[in-house]
T-cell receptor
Framework: ELKVEQNPLFLSMQEGKNYTIYCNYS?????LYWYRQDPGKSLESLFV?????AVKQEGRLMASLDTKARLSTLHITAAVHDLSATYFC????????????FGTGTRLTIIP | DTGVSQDPRHKITKRGQNVTFRCDPI?????LYWYRQTLGQGPEFLTY????????KSRLLSDRFSAERPKGSFSTLEIQRTEQGDSAMYLC????????????FGQGTRLTVV
């Protein structure tokens, strides 16, 4: 059974600082997803990572994937208040359908 | 706009009542998924359709739950004899074609059972 762990679960950081959210998964996968969720809202797609060593960047967010270590990171650079949200990683089984297994989420709060 | 429309956005129902949610992926997409998200947790897979065929169901989907996709376009999820534990956000998703495979979620239906 595929398991996905995120850490930290809660993160409070000051504006302007850098930080990293980690996502570990338990079995082979060929697709990893990062989502953002604002309170009471649905999921906003941030990144899809499809291969070992993949790196994608959008604004102050950068995601990477190491399939050998079964680890993905979401790096936040020079955080701003607008990035406050809950971030989820999700993993699809290798060579399978898109039955995503989600992590428990990281609730990020950016303090001015 | 993710191209996935869900209706209703909010539903409050009394315990024991039946409810039905609708998901419309708008453009043609052969793969459609339902997820459930309870407060403070990540979404959990419920079921998925390829065209009109329901190919997989989670053990979370008790016999009170039924899902259909009659013509391979929109889908419905029905919960019979609702219980307080059914209170959650119900999300529908479609997936872009390979190799992108990006997943787009609808706005969700928030169900509250009182």
């Amino acid at each position: 059974e595929l398991k996905v762990e995120q850490n930290p679960l809660f993160l409070s950081m000051q504006e302007g600082k850098n930080y990293t959210i980690y996502c570990n998964y338990s079995t082979t996968s060929d697709r990893l997803y990062w989502y953002r969720q604002d309170p009471g809202k649905s999921l906003e797609s941030l990144f899809v990572l499809l291969s070992n060593g993949a790196v994608k960047q959008e604004g102050r967010l950068m995601a990477s994937l190491d399939t050998k270590a079964r680890l993905s990171t979401l790096h936040i650079t020079a955080a701003v208040h607008d990035l406050s949200a809950t971030y989820f990683c999700a993993v699809a089984p290798a060579f399978g359908n898109e039955k995503l297994t989600f992590g428990t989420g990281t609730r990020l709060t950016i303090i001015p | 706009d993710t191209g996935v429309s869900q209706d209703p956005r909010h539903k409050i129902t009394k315990r024991g009542q039946n409810v039905t949610f609708r998901c419309d992926p708008i453009s043609e997409h052969n793969r459609l998924y339902w997820y459930r998200q309870t407060l403070g947790q990540g979404p959990e897979f419920l079921t998925y359709f390829q065209n009109e065929a329901q190919l997989e169901k989670s053990r979370l989907l008790s016999d009170r739950f039924s899902a259909e996709r009659p013509k391979g376009s929109f889908s419905t999820l029905e919960i019979q004899r609702t219980e307080q534990g059914d209170s959650a956000m119900y999300l529908c998703a479609k997936f872009a074609a390979i190799p992108n495979t990006e997943a787009f979620f609808g706005q969700g239906t928030r169900l509250t059972v009182v």
